[in-house]
């Protein structure tokens, strides 16, 4: 393999780390300017537990950027595909978070969007 093709490589998988991000935040916005008075309990459940999961998510990972030396082979594949990785891990540790104990945070944000859209009344 010459370098040309792993400097693509690199850059194929930086790209895909920084859509994956964006693309999570695009559809977050598009599923909540999609809600209306006409959506369902169930969609608006859907949407603010995404939300929170997201949230969460950005959370954790600012919170790893305290505690790691993000300088250490910053350049090197194994460390994209370490990050990568890493991203991955977080999202699902974030998705569990909600489950287990966010709850409350998730019912409030609901009942307020509940009121705001007027939705199940």
């Known amino acids: 393999m010459d370098l040309s093709s792993i400097s693509s490589m690199t850059s194929m998988l930086d790209t895909t780390r920084n859509a994956a991000a964006s693309g999570a935040a ?5 599923a909540a300017q999609n809600l209306s008075s006409e959506s369902s309990e169930e969609e608006l459940k859907g949407v603010l537990k995404d939300f929170e999961s997201y949230f969460v ?3 954790l990972k600012e919170m790893k950027k305290t505690f790691t030396d993000e300088d250490e ?9 370490k990050d ?7 999202e699902m540790v974030a998705d569990e978070l909600v489950d287990e104990v966010g709850e409350t945070y ?16």
């Open 26 to 30: 695009d559809s977050l916005t598009q």
């Open 57 to 59: 998510e950005q959370v």
């Open 73 to 81: 082979d910053s350049d090197s594949m194994v460390s994209q595909y």
């Open 84 to 90: 990568l990785y890493m991203d991955s891990a977080i």
């Open 106 to 121: 998730t019912q409030q944000l609901y009942e307020q969007m509940k009121r705001n859209y007027q939705i199940g009344d």
